[in-house]
């Protein structure tokens, strides 16, 4: 059986994973920081190494040259923040078998794993082997450079997190479905949810990912100048044309074309459309040559179209066209277990863009994000913890830095206490349950650190 060692600080996130690697398995130990990682690797053998790039004494990379200097020749897969690719890229350099990007996907991870694992199976004299006049590391780095350069362009996958929830989950596992077909996808919800975030990850996703994304915002487009967007327009056509203009299919040709709020298309403008889209071909405003396109459609609008359908202002054929499969983006109250989620998530941004080290929340302000209803969605909950992360003075974002709005309806934090132990385990499903189903902030409210309430979750069989 092969021997993984986690090397990772964030104690929850290391027993998820050593609980997931376990039960495909693999023989997992874990530890906390790179002093505790040359102990366990000076003591055993180990398969592979998963390490973390930030520990609490050194990083990833101390670590690398260390195994380096001992000689200890198990494959090392880093995991990292894309904001941190170029370490990625440094670490391979130094040895590391690969690098994976938090949030981690596990089934990437495990496709890692495993390469990870059949490489070093491989004796280095077989026919197999990497050729000698690069080796090993110049086969890792310039794979990393080219991941660091994908990123830099754009096709490495977007900076996101993916929501815990039942609804959030079945989002993504139907992204993942619909990803790789050449299906016209309609992704309908409410504003700020995050239509063409979904669109990008489909197009990054698909067999046309190296090709163009383009986007077009259907209710930004003057109606007289729809057609030229779509199409282009060829010099002197119409007042105005002083140059030909590629349009919006012929940019995305090989690649997707993302039409956002599509429901605000005049009725002229949805048949040239429909048209362009049945026989695959465009012509030029002005110009009599045909330009055959190859496209995949992704749509999205916040409108019922199927009730703008019956009132005549958007036809049917063109909806039965652009619908092939339908994605709803659910809405943030929806998703109320991973607001915590999300709220961590935009402050590591806010924290990088500002230039601010805020740790979290604290215990009034947690209880805000998770009563708020959020109508404005992520584009809300990310502008509110922006805005407060730049106002932030102190460790911890109170409710004096949150907007109005969201600290209005909210009632005073619930107060816990473990002193009790009769009562002991219904505090500490209040406090999981104040804190959304985030443990570390669950643990915060209760006074708590993490490990004791692993155990304490442990003690009571809590989920």
């Known amino acids: 059986m092969e021997r993984i ?18 039960k495909r398995g693999f023989d997992v130990e874990s530890v906390g920081s790179v002093a505790a990682a040359r102990t366990a690797l000076a003591k055993g053998s180990y398969s592979l190494v998963l390490s973390d790039m930030r520990l609490p004494d050194e990083d990833g ?15 090392v897969i880093v995991m990292t923040s894309y904001a941190e690719i170029q370490n990625a890229v440094r670490s391979m350099k130094l040895g590391a078998r690969d690098y994976v990007a938090k949030p981690v996907n596990p089934d990437e991870l495990l496709k890692k794993i495993r390469e990870a694992l059949e490489a070093a199976a491989v004796p280095e004299d077989s026919d197999t082997a990497v ?22 362009d754009g096709a490495e996958p977007l900076n996101y997190i993916e929501g815990r929830s039942d609804v959030a989950r079945q989002l993504y596992e139907y992204v993942r479905l619909v990803a790789p077909t050449n299906m016209s996808v309609l992704v309908n919800g409410a504003s700020g949810t995050g239509k063409e ?12 990912a190296g090709k163009p994304f383009v986007a077009v915002d259907c209710g930004a487009i003057p109606r007289e100048l729809a057609a030229s967007e779509f199409f282009g327009h060829v010099k002197g056509s119409f007042t105005g044309a002083l140059t030909d203009k590629v349009g919006a299919f012929e940019a995305a040709n090989g690649g997707t074309l993302f039409l956002d709020e599509v429901g605000n298309l005049t009725y002229e403008t949805q048949v040239q459309l429909l048209r362009a889209l049945q026989e695959r071909r465009i012509r ?30 958007f036809r049917a054929d063109l909806f039965h066209r652009i619908n092939e499969f339908t994605l709803r983006m659910p809405e943030l ?17 806010a924290n990088r863009e500002l230039g601010k080290r805020i740790v979290g929340f604290d215990a009034e302000a947690v209880a805000a994000l998770t009563r708020c209803e959020w109508p404005g969605n992520l584009r809300q909950l990310k502008n509110a913890v922006k805005s407060a992360t730049l106002l932030a003075s102190g460790d911890y974002i109170t409710c004096r830095e949150l907007p109005a709005e969201v600290t209005a ?3 005073a934090a619930p107060s816990f206490s473990l002193r009790d132990p009769a009562s002991e385990e219904e505090q500490i499903r209040r406090a999981l349950s104040a804190a959304g189903g ?21 003690l009571y069989g809590i989920e």
């Open 409 to 411: 309806a909210a009632p």
């Open 333 to 349: 109250r929806e998703m109320r277990g991973d607001i915590l989620l999300f709220a961590d998530f935009f402050l590591d941004q």
């Open 438 to 458: 985030n443990k570390s902030q669950a643990a915060k409210l209760l006074g708590i650190d993490r490990k004791t309430l692993y155990n304490k979750l442990h």
């Open 5 to 22: 060692l986690i090397v990772d600080d964030d104690i929850t996130f290391a027993l998820m994973l050593r609980t997931w690697l376990t």
């Open 284 to 313: 030029r405003v002005g110009s009599t040559r045909e330009i055959p396109v190859d496209i995949r459609l992704v749509t999205a609008t916040n409108e019922n179209l199927e009730a703008a359908i019956a009132r005549g202002s």
């Open 131 to 152: 050729r000698p006049e690069r080796g090993a590391r110049g086969e890792r780095a310039e794979r990393a450079e080219r991941g660091a350069r994908a990123v830099r």
């Open 61 to 75: 990379i101390a670590l690398l040259q260390w195994m380096s200097g001992e000689g200890i020749a198990a494959p």
């Open 197 to 208: 975030h979904v669109a990008q990850l489909i197009h990054r996703s698909s067999k046309r």
